[in-house]
């Protein structure tokens, strides 16, 4: 009897361990919000607006020529997938580091081009000081390169910024970041059913 009782208590064991190697953060974000804009102009308070929910997000700027695409095509494949596994509760998230070009009108083209389904995700832009609060708080870097004027005269600039997708439980805590432009959507989709055990 005491033998079994043991094998259970180390499975247990093994298998809490495994689950803590799989999912390594436990970062509360809830002890501060951030007050931002989604794609419509409205007021979103983060991550208030999440919880509940288990959300992948990504962090990108719409001028991104390579990096931030993919990762938001990964996160759009990863919602498919778990579409496909009848998971369906799952929020998508993308907040822009590049608040002076990203307006709401351009964030909310930037998902319609990508046919991106509103009743899952959230696009976000914000003031520039919230956006670098956060960002700091995500321990997401974000630099201006290649500034330059163009031939009509206007302002441009690239960014050389983290590449970066987070997943975060229901109860609003960081449990993994992953490369967002080469993530194993598998690996996130198994995460994501690992929450809703």
Same mark, same amino acid.
């Given at each position: 009897?005491?033998?079994i009782?043991? %094998?259970?208590?180390?499975?247990?064991?093994?298998f809490s =361990?495994?689950?803590?190697?799989?999912?390594?953060?436990?970062?509360?974000?809830t002890?501060?919000?951030?007050?931002?804009? /989604?794609?419509?102009s409205?007021r979103?308070?983060?991550?208030?607006?999440i919880?509940?929910?288990? #959300?992948?997000?990504?962090?990108?700027?719409?001028?991104?020529?390579?990096?931030?695409?993919?990762?938001?095509?990964?996160?759009?494949?990863?919602e498919k997938?778990?579409?496909?596994?009848g998971i369906?509760d %799952?929020?998508? %998230?993308? =907040?822009?580091?590049?608040p002076?070009?990203?307006s709401?009108?351009?964030?909310?083209?930037?998902?319609?081009?990508?046919?991106?389904?509103f009743?899952s995700?959230t696009?976000?832009?914000?003031e520039?000081?919230t956006i #670098?609060?956060?960002?700091?708080?995500?321990?997401?870097?974000?630099?201006?390169?290649? !500034?330059?004027?163009?031939?009509?005269? /206007?302002?441009?600039?690239?960014?050389?910024h983290?590449?970066r =997708?987070?997943?975060?439980?229901?109860?609003?805590?960081?449990?993994? /970041?992953?490369?967002?432009s080469?993530? /194993?959507? !598998?690996?996130?989709?198994?995460? =994501?059913?690992?929450?809703?055990?």
């Amino acid at each position: 009897m005491n033998k079994i009782l043991l %094998v259970i208590i180390l499975v247990v064991l093994l298998f809490s =361990i495994s689950c803590k190697e799989k999912l390594p953060l436990d970062k509360d974000l809830t002890k501060k919000s951030y007050t931002l804009i /989604n794609q419509d102009s409205t007021r979103v308070v983060f991550p208030d607006n999440i919880k509940g929910h288990i #959300t992948v997000l990504g962090f990108i700027f719409t001028h991104c020529p390579d990096i931030c695409p993919m990762t938001t095509h990964n996160m759009y494949l990863t919602e498919k997938q778990l579409k496909q596994d009848g998971i369906s509760d %799952v929020k998508f %998230v993308a =907040i822009s580091f590049d608040p002076e070009r990203d307006s709401p009108e351009v964030l909310k083209k930037f998902a319609e081009v990508r046919e991106l389904d509103f009743k899952s995700w959230t696009l976000l832009t914000g003031e520039k000081n919230t956006i #670098t609060e956060m960002l700091k708080r995500f321990d997401v870097k974000a630099i201006k390169t290649d !500034e330059f004027k163009d031939a009509e005269g /206007n302002y441009e600039y690239s960014m050389m910024h983290t590449d970066r =997708i987070s997943l975060i439980d229901e109860k609003g805590r960081l449990r993994k /970041n992953y490369k967002g432009s080469t993530i /194993n959507i !598998e690996e996130l989709v198994n995460d =994501i059913k690992t929450l809703e055990d």
